[in-house]
């Protein structure tokens, strides 16, 4: 859930702030002509004391607004957001717990009927807005329709001489006499958005550990896509090694527009409108999105699996999770041979 204007500015935020400059100073200078520029210290005093309440008044409406959202948020996703709304509207903050000494001091009540009708009101116009607001998307699930289309739907179904992902695998399995686990692509989504050249960054140094090692990768296959011609995807395959068992083969990658988004964060002096990206907001919009196109689409479905892994947690090991969503899928693949 996001809170959406009715009116949405596209220049940059110094010019949007030079906007808002000029809408106070122009109020101001009308305020000051309306008493014909005799304004003494008193009166300049009552009308910062009724704007400060005013503002406090309207920030307790978004704060009740927001309490709401956190609550169906945690309700949905059974967390709390609770840092990260202090961290995103903290400046708020700030300025209601300023505003309210004011108002208290003035002499006006925080609750009574008048601003119940305010919060009811304020509740109205936000909902007439979020009707006349056009529908949109977030960054996050933007990503994952373009990697869905640019590569999911290019590397699982079959078409032309291509026979699709499950029977490449099948394919692989008899001819190197070995056993992929399941028939599934899986897809990595790293927390620090960071996805490196080979998954055997990932490994630990305890070789007591699951580890991944890179191995020959599937047939390429050629596509026609937007004017490219003859345009090559390659299906890398991995074994998890584990002692003492056998190695198993898995078909996994990184979601590459999850890096290209990481490498456009290390510039946001040169990408503008990403400088107040939120990262964690992206990354659990694109990891919702994901798997809801995975289930909605046929060609997809039992095929495809989003893995995410906390590269930033040193105790968190990428061939474990492998196993781990192996296991949960195919409870028995210990017991599986490759001709099956």
């Known amino acids: 859930m996001r809170l959406n204007r009715m009116v949405k500015y596209e220049g940059d935020g110094m010019e949007l702030e030079r906007i808002l400059g000029g809408q106070i100073l122009f109020l101001g200078c009308f305020i000051l002509g309306y008493h014909s520029g005799n304004m003494d210290t008193a009166l300049a005093q009552k009308y910062l004391q009724v704007i400060a309440s005013i503002i406090a008044h309207l920030l307790a409406s978004q704060g ?57 009101a304020y509740a109205l116009v936000r909902y007439l807005q979020w009707k006349c607001q056009p529908t949109t ?53 790293p927390r620090s958005l960071h996805c490196p050249r080979s998954l055997e960054t990932f490994n630990k140094n305890d070789e007591r550990l699951p580890r991944l090692e890179q191995c020959a990768s599937l047939p390429d296959i050629i596509r026609h896509v937007a004017g490219v011609c003859n345009r090559v995807y390659r299906n890398t395959v991995y074994k998890i090694r584990r002692h003492p068992t056998d190695p198993r083969p898995v078909h996994v990658v990184c979601a590459t527009p999850i890096n290209t988004l990481w490498m456009v964060l290390q510039k946001r002096a040169v990408y503008t409108p990403m400088a107040k990206a939120d990262e964690e907001e992206i990354a659990a919009s694109f990891c919702a999105t994901l798997p809801s196109i995975i289930r909605n689409s046929p060609e997809l479905r039992d095929k495809c699996e989003l893995v995410y892994y906390d590269d930033t947690n040193p105790n968190e090991n990428l061939a ?15 017991n599986f041979t490759w001709d099956q």
């Not at 708020?92 to 009811?120: A, K």
């Not at 026979?163 to 989504?189: D, K, Q």
């Not at 781990?324 to 210990?334: D, G, H, L, T, V």
């Open 64 to 120: 009740f607004e927001l309490a709401c959202i956190a609550i169906c948020t945690a309700v949905k996703s059974k967390k709390l957001p609770v840092l990260k709304l202090k961290e995103k509207y903290k400046l708020s903050l700030y300025v209601l717990l300023l505003t309210i000494p004011i108002t208290v001091c003035c002499g006006h009540l925080l609750v009574r009927e008048e601003l119940l009708m305010l919060w009811m």
């Open 137 to 189: 998307i977030t960054y996050g699930e933007a990503l994952a329709c373009s990697f869905a289309e640019g590569y999911l739907f290019q590397v699982i179904p079959p078409g032309g001489d291509y026979e699709g992902l499950v029977e490449a695998i099948r394919a692989a399995a008899m001819s190197r006499r070995t056993v992929f686990p399941v028939r599934r692509l899986f897809v990595v989504f």
């Open 320 to 334: 474990e999770r492998l196993l781990a969503k192996i296991q949960e899928i195919e409870p028995n693949y210990e």
